[in-house]
């Protein structure tokens, strides 16, 4: 089961930074948060992941905070094209487990 | 580089049927890994593999059987199907431990 906790829906709108938030309470030392999204039904696409510092990319910004339990993730002026589920990741091992997500859709 | 290719994209089976998921990347990666997606949920791991003839188990391997030859491919077998494995089916791959996963685009499969 996904250890992680992500409400299942969010709106935004277009333009506008989208911030979405994940716990991620169990998190082990050495284990990297990881963010994912998916588009309809392709496969899911990778965005972003952090250990303990806040990471920016083209595509977003990820904060974790200090005690690593929780984390955002910030794309910082939504469009259209990012409305999908976006999915926080704390893996096991070698095994990544996928929650519900949360279902972000950006207003025109 | 193709990424991570998998075929069929479509495949309609009968109760009992087997049949094969292909997956094939050609990034060179170490691991990779096979998916099932049922509608509104997440993905859920079957198998995954750390190397060319090392397999093992994830969260939902029942009723799957997976190889890995090669470095390239890492196939899904389906001995006897079974309308609960009615889902789609995405196949990673990465290059090791911690680093990012990458997806290739799915197999829908629905079993009558």
């Known amino acids: 089961d996904a250890k992680t906790t992500q409400p299942p829906s969010m709106d935004c709108a277009e333009g506008r930074a989208a911030n979405l938030p994940c716990n991620h309470s169990t998190i082990s030392g050495n284990e990297y948060v990881y963010w994912y999204r998916q588009i309809h039904s392709q496969g899911p696409q990778y965005i972003i992941h952090g250990l303990k510092n806040n990471e920016t990319n083209e595509m977003a910004s990820l904060i974790i905070t200090e005690d690593r339990k929780s984390s955002t993730l910030i794309l910082p002026h939504a469009t259209l094209r990012d409305t999908a589920v976006y999915y926080c990741?704390?893996?096991?091992?070698?095994?990544?487990?996928f929650g519900t997500g949360t279902s972000l859709t950006v207003i025109p | 580089n193709a990424g991570v290719t998998q075929t069929p994209k479509f495949r309609i089976l009968k109760i009992g049927q087997s049949m094969t998921l292909q997956c094939t990347q050609d990034m060179n990666h170490n691991y990779m890994y096979w998916y099932r997606q049922d509608p509104g949920m997440g993905l859920k791991l079957i198998y995954y593999?750390?190397?060319?003839?090392?397999?093992d188990k994830g969260e939902v391997p029942n009723g799957y059987n997976v190889s890995r030859s090669t470095t390239e491919d890492f196939p899904l077998r389906l001995e006897l199907a079974a309308p609960s494995q009615t889902s789609v089916y995405f196949c990673?791959?990465?290059?090791?431990?911690?680093?990012?996963?990458?997806f290739g685009p799915g197999t829908r499969l629905l079993v009558l």
């Open positions: 593999s750390v190397g060319a003839g090392i397999t």
């Open positions: 990741i704390d893996p096991t091992g070698n095994q990544f487990y």
């Open positions: 990673a791959s990465r290059t090791g431990f911690q680093e990012t996963q990458y």
